[in-house]
């Protein structure tokens, strides 16, 4: 194929210095030792602070509009222009060449970077079965003191605590306690406010956002490295584009937006925002994201954004132990209180029902993606989440 017109050559030629270019920055960040480091920390965040403070700006997500673009862009060209493929050629060329530099800058370079645990102070390790059962058996409990309800059945204001870690025994009282009480309606009323909080779409679109922000913010404070701009998360308008590929959210390196499913059941949303938001530090590992996303969860202020994170903590945690102790695992997942259990049972009925080639196909790409991008496990690597709390709480049995 000759390129032979001047606008051809100058779209083929940019192209493909773009993505050598870009094959460049990849290699670099590879094979020399703190240079991906450096970036992450230093040119990255200056990237953050400009592309991400621009289209931070709209309020719907950008490059799901880009996308829509994009798809009808190149259907029109190839109506239009199906008698010239040099002219086509030479375009997608400067196009893949546009959009390969962009992931590499604002992506690729960052999955050589420091791991977070580094910067945390902490290291991971082999684990005892006995510390990943305590590890349950304190998630279990923390998700339902979230709610307001423990595992003996007391109701109490969620999230009390005396200076010594232990619930205040003035906010407790028995549901049976209750039952015998003619003060039951009005505990009813404030749990089913307390309920609303907890919905994503009960008006708490815009709040949750917010919160998602501070919590990140708040989590700076403890390890700088986190610390700065945060841009708000973005719902995409077509959240089926995620469920169909059944993705809670997605990072768009292109436009450094952190996008999440709006459809999915309601407790997955804070702790997806805070892990994609995550990725804006130059942390790309999923692994890290989703214990980044976890931290930022537990620590905030709202008791939603506390239940998301503990319920999926309990999620990763759990699902080890059940493949190493199934009858501990079933023993513990009874003491989840009902709202837990059936935010779960709705979970997994949500995600059940894309099931199919296009999931398949999609967990596949995303698994040969993170192996190319230095991820040896693939997909498996989400399940490290577990190993890293593992080593942030150390030793349950001493905690109060």
């Known amino acids: 194929m000759k390129i032979k017109t001047g606008k051809n050559r100058i779209y083929f030629a940019v192209g493909l210095l773009l993505l050598i270019t870009a094959i460049l920055l990849e290699a670099a960040a590879r094979h020399f ?22 289209f931070g700006l ?37 196009v893949l060449g546009i959009l390969a530099i962009l992931y590499t800058c604002n992506c690729g370079i960052n999955y050589y970077a420091e791991a ?20 349950c058996e304190y998630l279990v409990e923390m998700v339902n003191e979230s709610v307001g309800v423990d595992a003996a059945g007391s109701v109490y204001a969620a999230g009390a605590r005396d200076a010594g870690g232990d619930k205040e025994e003035s906010a407790s009282v028995t549901v049976s306690e209750i039952a015998d009480e003619s003060e039951e309606i009005v505990v009813e009323e404030t749990s089913e406010v307390g309920r609303m909080d907890m919905i994503y779409r009960a008006g708490n679109q815009a709040a949750w956002k917010q919160e998602s922000v501070l919590a990140m913010k708040k989590l700076g404070e403890q390890y700088e490295v986190l610390g700065g701009f945060y841009p708000e998360p973005k719902e995409l308008r077509i959240s089926w584009i995620l469920s169909v590929q059944q993705l809670c959210g997605v990072y768009s390196p292109f436009t450094i937006e952190a996008n999440f499913n709006g459809d999915m059941p ?15 530090k130059g942390f790309m590992r999923e692994d890290e994201a989703n214990f980044i996303g976890y931290l930022a ?27 190493v102790n199934w009858e501990r695992y079933a023993e513990l997942s009874a003491l989840l209180c009902e709202q837990a259990q059936q935010d779960l049972r709705e979970n997994n009925a949500f995600w059940d029902q894309y099931e199919g080639k296009v999931a398949e196909v999609s967990n596949q790409v995303n698994d040969t993606y993170l192996k190319a991008n230095g ?10 989440m577990v190993d890293l709390m593992l080593a942030y ?4 049995s001493d905690s109060p």
């Open 116 to 135: 977070f645990s580094s910067y945390a102070g902490f290291g991971t390790g082999p684990h005892s079965e006995e510390k990943l059962e305590t590890l």
């Open 375 to 384: 991820r040896e496990d693939g997909v498996k690597s989400y399940g490290r």
């Open 266 to 280: 309601d407790y997955n949303i804070p702790h997806t925002m805070c892990h994609e938001l995550s990725h804006l």
């Open 297 to 323: 969860c537990v620590g905030s202020d709202n008791k939603a954004f506390r239940y998301s994170g503990y319920l999926t903590g309990w999620v990763y945690a759990g699902n080890q132990l059940a493949a």
């Open 58 to 94: 709209f309020p719907f997500s950008v490059v799901e509009l880009f996308l829509y673009v994009l798809i009808i862009g190149c259907v029109v060209c190839l109506i239009v222009r199906w008698r010239e493929p040099v002219w086509i050629f030479c375009r997608v060329v400067c």
């Open 393 to 396: 709480y150390g030793d349950l």
């Open 33 to 54: 030792a703190g240079y991906a480091d450096w970036y992450a920390r230093k040119p990255y965040r200056v990237l953050v602070g400009s592309i991400g403070r621009l």
